[in-house]
């Protein structure tokens, strides 16, 4: 659905180049939710900004649902944007407008008669949870809501993709939630093509199928989201990982340094996460070991367990190989 090749952009800064992206390559499959990751300044709104050529890129190529945007004359790119909608952290609502003519607005621009405008934004209001509150005005709202307006909005020319600018960064956990699970709707139901920029990694966990990790304009990391957020390879993923976990590195090494024996890393995916496997393979091989911490949640739907434990005594070996056996992943942290 997306492809960029090799994108560079820079901006004149008191006549210095700032360089915001520095090569970037990267593919978004239809249907797909993809999240780029980064910290500020990393480069994620620029990036997102060129797949609707909102930003033009110095050089590189954007194509979207097979259309090389650049070679686009005016009317063509007008027509290729109404397929690429937007959502935004801060709404971007019309403030003196309804709820209802802020969905209807692109509705309007793109020239369609009133008599079919106001059934599409009630059919668009009523997906989105918002009947009624048609006729409030943004200021009448929630952040939640408004940025189901924003949603509506972005929905109401059919788009093949929609990218996400932040957009719940302004919002508490539990309104985050009820966004991003509308987002895995609209994604699910209408198939449609979602790019999310963010920098948290609960967002990618929660939403996201794959991830792609910038740094200073460049793609350090990207794969599955389990992948990344299992077994993150970058120093800038794992960092973004610990956050998510509330984890201080600092702290933890302390406490560990008073904790004897060997250091594990047990991951379990899917099923077997809930599965009594550790308890099992401990009896089998005499196991002593204490756990120091540990997580179960989900990665999207699938879920997953890890656990920190430290192992005293027993045969580590067999128990090692009788957990790989089982699907488990075995990572030492400390010998
Ligand atoms: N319009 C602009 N003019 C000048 N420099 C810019 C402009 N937009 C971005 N930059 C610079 O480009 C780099 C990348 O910025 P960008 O906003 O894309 O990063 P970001 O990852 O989205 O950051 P944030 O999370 O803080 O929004 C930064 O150094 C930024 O200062």
């Known amino acids: 659905m997306i492809e960029l090749e090799q994108l560079h952009k820079s901006y004149d800064v008191d006549g210095r180049r700032i360089p915001a992206l520095q090569g970037v390559d990267l593919r978004v499959e239809a249907g797909e939710v993809f999240g780029i990751i980064g910290a500020s300044g990393a480069g994620k709104s620029t990036l997102l900004r060129v797949i609707n050529l909102l930003e033009r890129p110095d050089s590189g190529r ?3 649902a097979g259309q090389d945007l650049q070679a686009l004359d005016a009317a063509g790119l007008r027509a290729a944007r109404q397929r690429i909608a937007m959502i935004f952290q801060h709404f971007n609502l019309l403030n003196a407008r309804t709820v209802a003519q802020n969905v209807a607005w692109p509705l309007r621009i793109a020239g369609w008669e009133s008599a079919r405008i106001a059934p599409r934004v009630q059919s668009l209001l009523a997906r ?80 996201c199928d794959r991830v792609a990790v910038l740094e200073g304009g460049r793609i350090v990391e990207q794969g599955p989201v389990a992948q990344v957020f299992l077994h993150p390879k970058s120093e800038t993923a794992r960092r973004f990982v610990l956050a998510s976990e509330h984890v201080d590195e600092g702290t933890q090494r302390d406490d560990y340094a008073h904790v004897k024996g060997q ?29 120091l911490a540990g997580r179960i949640d989900r990665i999207k739907r699938e879920p997953y367990g890890q656990l920190t434990i430290a192992v005293s005594a027993g045969d580590r070996a067999a128990a090692r190989r009788l957990l790989a056996d089982r699907g488990v992943q075995v990572e030492e942290l400390r010998a």
């Not at 890393?265 to 070991?289: H, N, S, V």
Request: charged share 25%.
């Open 128 to 207: 989105v949870g918002l009947t009624a509150h048609a006729d409030k005005y943004p200021a009448q709202l929630s952040g939640g809501q408004k940025q189901r307006v924003g949603i509506a909005r972005a929905l109401a020319l059919d788009p093949q993709v929609l990218l996400c600018d932040e957009a719940t960064s302004a919002l508490d956990p539990e309104t985050t939630r009820a966004i991003l699970d509308l987002l895995a709707e609209l994604n699910e139901e209408l198939r449609l093509s979602i790019v999310l920029i963010t920098h948290e990694m609960d967002v990618v966990r929660r939403v």
């Open 263 to 291: 250091l594990w890393r047990l991951t379990f995916y899917g099923e077997r996460t809930y599965e009594p496997l550790l308890g099992e393979i401990a009896r089998q091989t005499q196991l002593d070991f204490g756990i």
């Open 62 to 64: 954007v194509v979207v």
